[in-house]
């Protein structure tokens, strides 16, 4: 993943401490196995994790799976702080082929942040108060997760 600004590394073992979010989360992830692809219940669990993760660190998670059109998506967006932070998830079950997070190559980031530019259009916020920044999930067990803050922007004014 090429990365345009300066970023700082967060790696955490994550434990689940809330037994009914764990509960929940099972459940959805049982139903989401027998209608989606591998692939796509994989990326489900990666994101309901990253949702868990960024509450307990502080964020308020606003919206998931933001799309403005066909070809562009927002896993995650949230707010710390007075920052719009869209947050691109990517989960795999090892890391044998390498890190989740060099799957974002310039392309997707591309399509990140025009329906970025669609969501602080559509809420009024400027683009100087949004960040985006990338969480890499193996389930591994425990399960491994690294949180890219800024990890990439595009025109941004830091």
Same mark, same amino acid.
């Given at each position: 993943?090429?990365l345009g600004s !300066?970023?700082?590394?967060?790696?955490?073992?994550?434990?689940?401490?809330?037994?009914? #979010?764990?509960? =929940?989360?099972?459940?959805?992830?049982?139903?989401?196995?027998?209608?989606?692809?591998?692939? /796509? /219940?994989?990326?489900? @669990?990666?994101?309901?994790?990253?949702?868990?993760?960024?509450?307990?660190?502080? *964020?308020?998670?606003? =919206?998931?799976?933001?799309?403005?059109?066909?070809?562009s998506e927002i896993?995650?967006? =949230?707010? %710390?702080? %007075?920052?719009?932070?869209?947050?691109?998830?990517?989960? @795999?079950?090892?890391?044998?082929?390498?890190?989740? !997070?060099?799957?974002? !190559?310039?392309?997707?980031?591309?399509?990140?942040? @025009? =329906? /970025?530019?669609?969501?602080?259009?559509?809420?009024?916020?400027? #683009?100087?108060?949004?960040? *985006? !920044?990338?969480?890499?999930?193996?389930?591994?067990?425990?399960?491994?997760? %690294?949180?890219? @803050?800024? /990890?990439?922007?595009?025109?941004?004014?830091?």
């Amino acid at each position: 993943m090429a990365l345009g600004s !300066d970023k700082r590394k967060i790696t955490r073992n994550i434990k689940p401490g809330q037994l009914i #979010w764990k509960l =929940a989360d099972s459940i959805r992830q049982k139903k989401q196995r027998q209608t989606l692809s591998k692939d /796509a /219940a994989l990326g489900r @669990r990666g994101e309901d994790f990253a949702h868990r993760y960024l509450e307990r660190a502080g *964020f308020k998670v606003v =919206a998931r799976n933001y799309r403005p059109g066909a070809d562009s998506e927002i896993d995650i967006v =949230a707010l %710390e702080n %007075e920052i719009l932070v869209f947050v691109e998830v990517k989960s @795999r079950q090892s890391a044998e082929f390498g890190s989740p !997070d060099r799957a974002i !190559d310039r392309e997707k980031q591309k399509h990140i942040i @025009r =329906a /970025a530019r669609s969501y602080v259009t559509r809420a009024g916020i400027g #683009w100087d108060h949004v960040r *985006f !920044d990338v969480i890499s999930i193996v389930f591994t067990n425990p399960p491994m997760l %690294e949180h890219f @803050r800024d /990890a990439f922007f595009d025109g941004r004014v830091i």
